[in-house]
């Protein structure tokens, strides 16, 4: 038999301001619950993470406020734009998530959606904690510095 080829570009929203924002601690990744047409937005790349954040609640991780455009061919079931979504993590994960939140300061904030080589939508978590002003700075400061010692590496 002949071998399937994979014709799925890769798709890979990326949420840049979460690292800013955040220390990244613990990472996670987890199935979403979507509807026919959500996966073919997200295929389609027509997806945001920007304002994104992860509760949890009964027991099952959920994300809140992720953008999903909604389908350009889909009818009238097509599905609401920014709506809670339900991830698929282990129960194990999940209580150890439970527990890491309880102490203040921790967050779950999703960086990456991306399809997996079996054709699902997939989602990167991290267990974070909030930056402070100065720490932010710190983070510029190295940024700029890298910046600044590759332009001096490309000249010579």
Same mark, same amino acid.
């Given at each position: 038999?002949? /071998?399937?080829?994979?014709?799925?570009?890769?798709?890979?929203?990326?949420? &840049?301001?979460?690292? @800013?924002?955040? =220390?990244? $601690?613990?990472?996670?990744?987890?199935?979403?619950?979507? *509807?026919?047409?959500?996966? &073919?937005?997200? %295929?389609?790349?027509?997806?945001?993470?920007?304002? *994104? @954040?992860? @509760?949890?609640?009964?027991?099952?991780?959920?994300?809140?406020?992720?953008?999903?455009?909604?389908?350009?061919?889909?009818?009238?079931?097509?599905?609401?734009? %920014?709506?809670? %979504?339900?991830? $698929? $993590?282990?129960?194990? /994960?999940? +209580?150890?998530?439970?527990?890491?939140?309880?102490?203040?300061? @921790?967050? $779950?904030?999703?960086?990456? =959606?991306?399809?997996?080589?079996?054709? +699902?939508?997939?989602?990167?978590?991290? =267990?974070? %904690?909030?930056? &402070?002003?100065?720490?932010?700075?710190? *983070?510029?400061?190295?940024?700029?510095? +890298?910046? /600044?010692?590759?332009?001096?590496?490309?000249?010579?």
């Amino acid at each position: 038999m002949a /071998e399937k080829k994979n014709k799925t570009k890769s798709v890979n929203i990326k949420n &840049k301001r979460a690292s @800013f924002d955040f =220390l990244l $601690l613990d990472k996670y990744t987890a199935g979403i619950v979507l *509807t026919g047409t959500e996966i &073919k937005s997200i %295929r389609a790349g027509k997806a945001s993470l920007v304002d *994104t @954040f992860c @509760f949890i609640h009964n027991g099952e991780v959920w994300v809140k406020n992720m953008y999903v455009a909604e389908y350009s061919y889909g009818s009238y079931n097509n599905h609401a734009a %920014r709506r809670d %979504r339900k991830l $698929l $993590l282990n129960r194990k /994960e999940i +209580r150890k998530l439970q527990q890491d939140m309880k102490s203040p300061g @921790f967050t $779950l904030v999703p960086t990456l =959606l991306f399809i997996d080589e079996n054709g +699902r939508a997939k989602v990167d978590v991290y =267990l974070c %904690r909030g930056k &402070k002003e100065y720490d932010k700075r710190q *983070t510029l400061k190295e940024k700029e510095d +890298r910046r /600044e010692i590759d332009r001096q590496v490309k000249r010579y």
